[in-house]
């Protein structure tokens, strides 16, 4: 995996994608699976990983054996795609330091990791924010089976919907 590109992702697979056009942003989400403590904050999740980061699935509201499909089997039956921002992005935490900022619990961060080990996720890939980021400010991609390429949100979103 090459670490050292010009940008970090926001991965996930197609059925967020019309809400997100609408929004023309992407927004921090608590991590699913877990209730929010009073006082801790939403995390929009980013990863240096240049191909898919395995995670992605853990937070877009699939079912569990959604979980489970594969990276091919995902793109067949919902499509993948990513969102890019600068590496450099003034706005990025790295993990764990996002974590603390949002006001994570140990255990609860100890958690998370725990589930991106178990689905193939390297967690020291893993870069987040605790702010919104306009669509204007990022790079889109969709996956064609073999590659990334750049598409068009509000193309696939009018599609999807």
């Not at 067949?76 to 974590?99: E, H, M, Q, S």
């Amino acid at each position: 995996m090459n670490t050292e590109s010009r940008y970090v992702w926001h991965y996930t697979v197609g059925t967020p994608l019309a809400a997100i056009a609408r929004s023309g942003r992407l927004k921090p989400a608590m991590a699913h699976g877990r209730p929010a403590r009073p006082g801790e904050q939403d995390i929009l999740w980013f990863s240096r990983n240049q191909q898919w980061d395995p995670s992605a699935t853990q937070d877009d509201g699939l079912s569990e054996a959604r979980h489970a499909l594969s990276r091919a089997a995902l793109h067949a039956r919902f499509g993948l795609y990513r969102f890019g921002i600068a590496a450099t992005d003034p706005r990025l935490l790295p993990w764990p330091t996002v974590t603390r900022v949002a006001d994570i619990e140990v255990p609860d961060a100890m958690a998370m990791v725990a589930a991106g080990l178990r689905c193939g996720a390297a967690p020291t890939d893993w870069i987040g924010t605790l702010n919104e980021i306009p669509l204007s400010e990022l790079r889109f991609e969709a996956w064609t089976g073999r590659e990334w390429t750049t598409a068009d949100l509000n193309e696939l979103a009018a599609q999807l919907a």
